[in-house]
């Protein structure tokens, strides 16, 4: 392939884009509040500082920045650490090693870089052919699978709820598929792009799982992340594209949020703007628009949605109707003999509330340094982060809660979200009656709103708002000053402790 220029749009520096979604974490804090969930939330909160300072140092390049392998791809073992690349475990042509997570992950990604190879004739995730590197047993009980920008990373789960992240084929081409859309079209985490970044990587997930199997449109079960909770789980995976929002309903995890259609919209500040809850729909669109073509999924629907992602229509501030539009364009211009295939691509969209996806590409996209499209959700995403004047974020049509009301002057709230799973984490503190008042005292006299970053959320992930009774801050957990660190881990350990 030759290298196009969407390799050089986006920097991979400071991006990390993780599988676990917020309002799932937050379910299993709330089920179980001594359970080691908030342990494993503080590790990765140190972990997510330690990197964040790495990245600061670093210098952005064009490219991931990796160790010749003399391959496609290598696997490095963490071993429980959280230093990256890790030891050097498989290269590309070794054999098994007996180690689930590193024959998984080399198996897995694999399969992932000959989808878009051979499908798509793009070599690696920049379609430069850069040799991908991957990283397994990373942290302790890390809950969690993320692209850092450089680099595929998986923990091993807890082993209560989630599974080895390497093990579903999806989750690693899910992945994959954000270094694929950090190289093309960009689309920003937040709102209504934030959410099409969330469904690009599930669809691609999706055809590789499909193409792995030998199976057409009609045969697939349209499943993410089949495999990845523990057996007792009630769950049939973590999202189903075809029927959003039915895929678990456990006492732990709750019942699966995401949504399917434009009349459930969730409009929420959590969650990057509820990503992961409407990445449902333009799942659904898509799901709709494959069995309606039929054959196997990757032929032509597969085929559309990658020309609409890369082909330079579908910008940072794509909205659903803007993308709607490009898939649209996509399919007439790729298949001008049969018209059918644009029909069922229109239909599809239509059939989840956006009929104003048949309307022509220019209408959708803004000029350059215009204003990002309008709607629910949509938009630029508001600077980071900020003190609000009024009451803390909505509560979403799905249950998604923002934080309780207003902290008395004796408390302080955290609540973390983001993540792959999309799930949330919340816990408060006395700072009269718990032995950590006074230190917590100290470092919030210290936080200066001035001092904090102002960083665009990054796919999967963290997000984290502070709340007491003299301020309220949602910050990405790129810009955590020690002290605001410091000040989380303390909330969200206290049961740990």
Same mark, same amino acid.
């Given at each position: 392939?030759?290298?196009?220029? !969407?390799?050089?749009? #986006? ?53 991931? *920045?990796?160790?010749?392998? @003399? ?55 920049? @379609? ?19 692209? !850092? ?61 499909? #193409? ?14 089949? @495999? ?97 539009? *490009?898939?649209? !364009? ?48 949509? @938009? ?10 009024? *009451? ?106």
């Amino acid at each position: 392939m030759t290298p196009t220029a !969407d390799a050089d749009r #986006r920097s991979p520096q400071a991006i990390r884009c993780s599988f676990v979604p917020p309002y799932l974490l937050r379910r299993l804090a709330e089920s179980d509040p001594g359970r080691r969930l908030l342990a494993d939330g503080r590790d990765t909160l140190a972990v997510d500082e330690r990197m964040r300072s790495r990245r600061e140092a670093a210098t952005a390049t064009t490219a991931p *920045a990796v160790p010749d392998t @003399g391959g496609n791809r290598v696997v490095y073992d963490a071993g429980g650490a959280e230093e990256l690349p890790g030891r050097r475990a498989r290269d590309e042509d070794d054999p098994a090693t007996g180690d689930a997570a590193v024959d998984e992950a080399h198996a897995h990604s694999g399969v992932s870089w000959d989808l878009f190879a051979e499908v798509f004739d793009r070599p690696s995730v920049d @379609g430069r052919g850069t040799p991908l590197t991957v990283t397994v047993h990373y942290g302790r009980d890390y809950d969690n699978a993320f692209w !850092d920008g450089e680099q595929l990373v998986f923990g091993d789960g807890d082993g209560e709820v989630f599974d080895r992240f390497t093990k579903p084929l999806d989750v690693t081409a899910h992945e994959f598929t954000h270094g694929v859309t950090q190289f093309s079209a960009g689309l920003t985490y937040q709102g209504q792009s934030g959410a099409l970044n969330e469904s690009v990587s599930d669809v691609f997930a999706s055809l590789a799982k499909q #193409r792995s199997l030998g199976q057409d449109a009609s045969q697939a079960d349209w499943l993410i992340g089949q @495999g990845l909770f523990m057996p007792d789980v009630k769950a049939t995976a973590l999202r189903s594209m075809l029927e959003p929002g039915t895929a678990y309903d456990d006492p732990r995890l709750g019942r699966d949020p995401q949504v399917g259609s434009m009349d459930d919209y969730v409009d929420t500040e959590e969650d990057n703007g509820g990503v992961h809850l409407n990445s449902g729909i333009p799942n659904r669109a898509f799901a709709l628009a494959a069995r309606a073509i039929g054959g196997p999924s990757w032929e032509k629907a597969g085929q559309v949605w990658y020309a609409a992602l890369t082909g330079g229509a579908v910008t940072p501030s794509t909205d659903f109707e803007g993308f709607a539009a *490009a898939t649209v !364009d996509a399919a007439a211009r790729l298949y001008p003999e049969d018209t059918s295939v644009a029909d069922h691509v229109r239909e599809a969209w239509q059939q989840v509330g956006l009929a104003r996806g048949t309307q022509a590409v220019a209408a959708q996209t803004p000029p350059s340094g215009g204003p990002a499209p309008a709607g629910p959700g949509g @938009g630029s995403p508001s600077a980071k982060p900020q003190a609000p004047a009024g *009451a803390p974020d909505p509560v979403g049509s799905a249950g998604v809660p923002s934080l309780p009301g207003q902290p008395g002057d004796d408390v302080v709230a955290v609540r973390r979200s983001g993540g792959f799973t999309g799930a949330s984490q919340f816990a408060q503190l006395s700072l009269t009656d718990d032995p950590a008042g006074t230190e917590l005292r100290r470092l919030l006299d210290q936080i200066s709103v001035s001092d904090l970053g102002r960083s665009e959320p990054q796919p999967d992930r963290f997000t984290y708002t502070v709340a007491c009774r003299s301020f309220e801050l949602t910050v990405p957990e790129q810009d955590l000053t020690p002290e605001l660190t410091r000040v989380v881990q303390i909330v969200l350990d206290q049961r740990a402790r």
